[in-house]
């Protein structure tokens, strides 16, 4: 090969294979072929077109960062202009404003590293918000006294839409209480829990069988007591309450969230069916026997407390027997006598449990003590009536004056108690006070009891005070008006009050209650 041929060759390979350095090769080689003579160069010439033009397509030179003459020079890579070096140099300051550099927008990076939405649904915002609502621990807000199965509502949900809606509405409610802030979410949350229980009943009739619609509607009937307070409205739930109840099956007794939300609805119901003669109740689906064990280890008891008395099994009879109370004396009188024990019994425990809570912050005190003291407060409640009922069928009967106006100190005495766990902690008390002002005659305690009233005012949401405790007051009078009708037409029975000073007291008392003149001589009388 000629030397023409090899040039050829080796610029033809430069050119395929090293496109990086094509620019700088085809300036070296036409030095050289300026060197060996003008044939020489137009072959070379000709060459580097025929081959450019042959490999344009796959032939790219490096024009991004080209190598330069002295790197092809040593055959080193080329790093391009090397190092840079800084410099201070003196300079002369303008006085033309510079322009204001915009800060580059992080937005999108901001976005981008932002943690995501974490998975959910409406029903676990509702569990959220019930463990939020138990979890809370502030006396005046706690809700755990309310019953002890609400712990497992939250892994009860999505069982029954009921209770679903119902749960969601007391969250509100309370979070409204403990906030408080407008109501307008609460209401919205109730009503919405209203037209869901509607369109379920009618779409399902077989939820009342269950025990998740109970535990629904007694949250229902919760958050009216915490929204509006005590109105014709609660009537509206406790009549529900008491329609699932009587349809709600024993078999699953075993399991302790059914235990006690029957039993604790069973109490509720025939407490309000004693106090509230408006509720009533027709039929009673029960098993269960009235016990003859009275002690403090009474294992049947409701909530907790070893109560001998706040019992179904002891108090399913009462609703029956004040229905016709001259029929049922000696029994009404003998639960009487046992309750204002177990009062008694229990006050040195509520005290104790009032100063453990003044002296820890611990909320299973709190708990305790709203248990108990809300128990105390039925019984005052439940004797009330019972007391009431018993002095108008035996007006000369002092002994039950006496206990009315212990029960009402007593019951003040409470509510001084009670005085920092309001609102949620004394629900019960608006009523306790009004039921022992209608039944209690002395006029320093009346006064004393409408103080306490006063300081409680802002808890009386709903009726007023007045219109609550003269409810009272004339249901004993209209059972007062309904006795003396009665007892003209039967012959005064044996019913002598333990309390009376003799069995001439008992018939001064049937003349005063018929309205007919006295004998001259009751001594003579038998």
Known sequence: MDGVGLLRSKFVVGVVFTS???RYAAVTFGSILAVSGSSLEETAVSTCQEVLQEGAARVVCDLGQPSCSRCLRYGIN??????????????TITESTPLARSARPRAQVVQNTSPERPLGNELTSTAGAFISILSISDRQFAVQGFGPFLTDVPRRLGRSPILNASAKAFSSAVTAIYSKQTIVEALKDYGTALTCVRNAFIADPSLT???????????????QNFIRGHNDDCLIHIQGLLYILNNQSLENRNDPFTSQMIDLASIVLITETVIDPRVKIKSWQSEMSKTSYYGPLNDYSVVDIRSTNLTVANLIDLPAQLEEPENHLVQLRSSYELMKLEAEKLVPSVIQLNAACEASKDAQYYKAYVICESSVCVLHCLMAVLRRTL?????????LAQDAKHASKQVLAAATRAW???PLGTTYMPKTLCLQWATTDD???KSRLENMIDQYRQDFRGDSWTKLAMFFEHRFEKLRRRAQSRMRHHAWRDTTSSGSLNAESEFAAEAVLLEVPLPLNTTNCT
């Open 78 to 91: 080329c790093v391009g202009s090397g190092e840079k070096k800084y410099k201070f140099k003196n300079a």
């Open 391 to 399: 002095q108008i069928f035996h007006p000369m009967d002092f002994g």
């Open 420 to 422: 920092s766990f309001r």
């Open 443 to 445: 006029p320093d305690i």
């Open 20 to 22: 990086r350095f094509c």
């Open 209 to 223: 069988t269950q025990v998740e619609t109970l535990c629904g509607v007694y949250l229902l009937l919760l958050s």
